[in-house]
């Protein structure tokens, strides 16, 4: 079958197969045998070094096969990128041409600028977004824009120019995926050059705060478009030193129209933070008018109560506070009560008016301590002090007066316990004659009226006031010794009121029931027998339980 095929890695492999007569007759000729076996091994080495140049050679044939590849693929892309480019820069030169056309108004110059660079971004976004192609479109089309807006007369035509600037709004505005601006600062640049200019020009020069209606409608339109960080620096920056100068000249005795008219349309959009500039002008304003201002006088009713809602925190009250409350105090206080020749009712009117404006604490605190003690007062003297008094009579007087008051106020509980205890004090004087005066509520008179009445009133003390806790809450401060006897007044349902027109070392004289009390600070005397006499506290409280039984 012939000799089998073999694979040598080396030439001393040939003599690993080699006969014993061959390899006995290889120790003839030893020179010439290292001769050849030394022109063997350098042959071989010069193969294996043949062997191994070419393969590196054909490594290297593929690696540089496979980056002219990619430099091909990259020559391409680049012509390519080059081609889009110079159809990108040729549309941009296009543009700006269009731009320069004379004959073409600039809203169709503009219009066309539009469409031209939609086109470059829909047809080349990445070429857009890359090389920021919107500060190129800025700057061709803000020369046409600032034509236009340069005409432009917001208080006769509010919304000109509106869509053309919305349609720039979408090329000039980056946005991720969902929609959501990311940046639209060359946009915000297009308008700060343009119609910005504008608005400012026709707020400073032409505008009359007192006409609001078209300059509201311009800025609620552009509002859209703009955005509120536009809107509000034309607001602060031009709306309201305008607004603040405009009320610094206003006169509230002459001029016809009430401020609010001119100012509350701008409460939605501007809100009430950013108009606190000119309330405080119109606060001012409206203070040193109301020096002069008496109760009769019901204008001032129309130009505050709009502002009940509008002035910031506790700002209305504390105008109240210090205009009107004072001078409706006083004419309440000087009201005559007169069962028998009643000349006017006229001040507890112009309280009245008020109802919606005031707080119902404020109110009734004023009737608590104004018109209350006074009326109940003369309604005692009648029953007491009238021999046969005709009681058909006094229940008109009773009814005439209750009918005077709101409706919201007759259902507030202080109220009703004012008439409910005056209504008792009529039915038992009915029924036992000259008996004494039924309870009736605890009221006083501490001019002036305390700033608490615009809070809510404290929740009601349940039980009866010791003599103890009189004691430790009059050394604490917390009572004076006039509010421990209106507790215990009221504790035991006794008629605890300022005696009318009395005094006694000008001090006020106070009934309890039908005896008559003078206090002095935190010290309280009691007349017996013509003579003023000290009483003490815990005394004070058995004379109102007995009473009261």
Known sequence: RGPGVRVLSSMRDLNQ????EARASSNNLPELQYNLRLLVDMTEADIQRLDLTSTSQKDSTARLMLEKASCDRLVSSEKSQIDRLEKVLALVSAAKEQANVSGKSEEESIDALWESFNDILQEFPAEFEKHKLSSVAVAVVIGPFKRMFARWKPLEFPLHGIHLIRKWQIILTRTDSSGNKIDESWYLRLLADTWLPAMRRTIVT?????????????????????????IRYVVTQYLIPKLVKAVEDWEPRTDPVPVHHWLHPWLKLVGIESLI???????????SVLVQWHPSDTSALVVLAP?????????????????IIPKLVIAIRELVIDAANQSTVAPLKWLFVWEN??????????????????WHQQLLQWLFATPNADYSQIAQWYLGWKNLFPERLLTHPKIQLQFKHALDTMNQTLAHGTAAAPPAPAVTAPPPLPTEIFQP???????????????ALMDDGTLTLKQVIERFASDFGVVFMPHHQ????????????DRQLVIDRNSAYILESGSWLPIEVDEIRDLAELLGD
Do not use: Y
């Open 277 to 287: 500039p000119v309330h405080s002008v119109v606060r001012r304003k409206l203070s």
């Open 457 to 471: 009133p404290p929740p009601p003390t349940e039980g009866t006031l010791s003599v103890s806790r009189a004691r």
């Open 307 to 323: 502002w009940k809602d509008v002035f910031s925190g506790n700002s209305f009250e504390q105008l109240m506070l210090a205009t």
């Open 206 to 230: 032409h505008w009359n705060p007192k006409e609001p209606d078209t300059l509201l409608t311009s800025l609620e339109g552009w509002n859209e478009v703009c955005g509120d960080a536009a």
């Open 17 to 20: 197969n080699m006969s014993a």
């Open 502 to 513: 009395k005094q006694h070392l000008g001090k006020q004289v106070h009934l309890l029931a």
């Open 357 to 374: 404006v005031l707080p119902d604490s404020a109110m009734v605190a004023i009737l608590e301590s104004e018109f209350f003690p006074k």
